[in-house]
């Protein structure tokens, strides 16, 4: 037993002091880190996780296409759209420009017809003026050549005073 002893402190002795002993205590932490983080199950999902990654980049990939293929499709007929937009532009521009000139002319007459209007209301007017202003003028006439004539024949004012008085009398009965 004391040869066993002794040979189990030989080996003993020799394993500490190698390096075996420390490359045991290397391979025992990292066995632990293994286990303990589970690198095994991340080393083995990292190759899903780039399967995936690809997957949806060629998804996207895709649509992309499919999105450039619809852009591309519907500016095809970009110029002719564009020429008929252009086309009802320059319609409706007629149109319009139509529209005011017809309004313009129709308010140029409606100026003309009230100018005319005016103008008639100011004749008038001017006439009534014209008109009572000679009517003044004659009654004025009329009144100095009643009063020189009365005046240079005095027996026509009696005789017109006998005639006012015989009115007012058949006036009264």
Known sequence: MENLQH???HIWNTFVTSNLFNFTVF???????FKKFNLMGLLESVPKKIAEIIDAAKKTRDEAK????????SVE??????????HDAT???EVIGEKLLEDAKKQV??????TVKVIKAEEKVLISKLTRSASLASIQVAR???TKTLEQS???HEQYINESIDSLDRLNF
């Open 27 to 33: 391979i025992a932490v990292f066995v632990w880190i």
């Open 91 to 93: 319609k409706s521009a």
């Open 77 to 86: 007929n970009l110029a002719d759209e564009l020429n008929i937009i252009i």
């Open 7 to 9: 040979t189990i402190s």
């Open 109 to 114: 007459e409606n100026i003309e017809s009230n």
């Open 144 to 146: 100095n050549h009643i």
């Open 66 to 73: 499919k999105e450039l293929g619809e852009a591309e499709k």
């Open 154 to 156: 005095p027996e026509l």
